[in-house]
Nanobody, 123 residues
């Protein structure tokens, strides 16, 4: 079992930056691939980014490439999502998720989820 707690969400103006954190507890953090997903009102949950166990491999959905960066600190059991040049369409609840297998973009493949943190981008 692993427990995930996101933090860092809030209200930000378009063009601004925000850093989300996801702290993990429980089993060995470094054994999990970590993903970030988001869900806007009335929309399905969508993949944002994933990072491999060592942090060397990262994957991004096209809409955030060049603007968002994911990283992890296995010593701190934490994964980060640095959001820059944010847009109103980035407004959503952001969730971190853990998977004990290869990285995928499918939310149902992830075993553990945080409670989510709201990000609101004003225009």
């Amino acid at each position: 079992q692993v427990q995930l707690v996101e933090s860092g969400g809030g209200l930000v103006q378009a063009g601004g930056s925000l850093r989300l954190s996801c702290a993990a507890s429980g089993r060995t953090f470094s054994s999990y691939v970590m993903g970030w997903f988001r869900q806007a009102p009335g929309k399905e949950r969508e993949f944002v980014t994933a990072i491999g166990r060592s942090g060397r491999a990262t994957y991004y959905t096209d809409s955030v490439k060049g603007r968002f960066t994911t990283s992890r600190d296995n010593a701190k059991n934490t994964v980060y999502l640095q959001m820059t040049s944010v847009k109103p369409e980035d407004t959503a609840v952001y969730y971190c998720a853990a998977r004990d297998s290869i990285a995928t973009i499918t939310s149902s493949d992830y075993n553990y989820w945080g409670q989510g943190t709201q990000v609101t981008v004003s225009s």
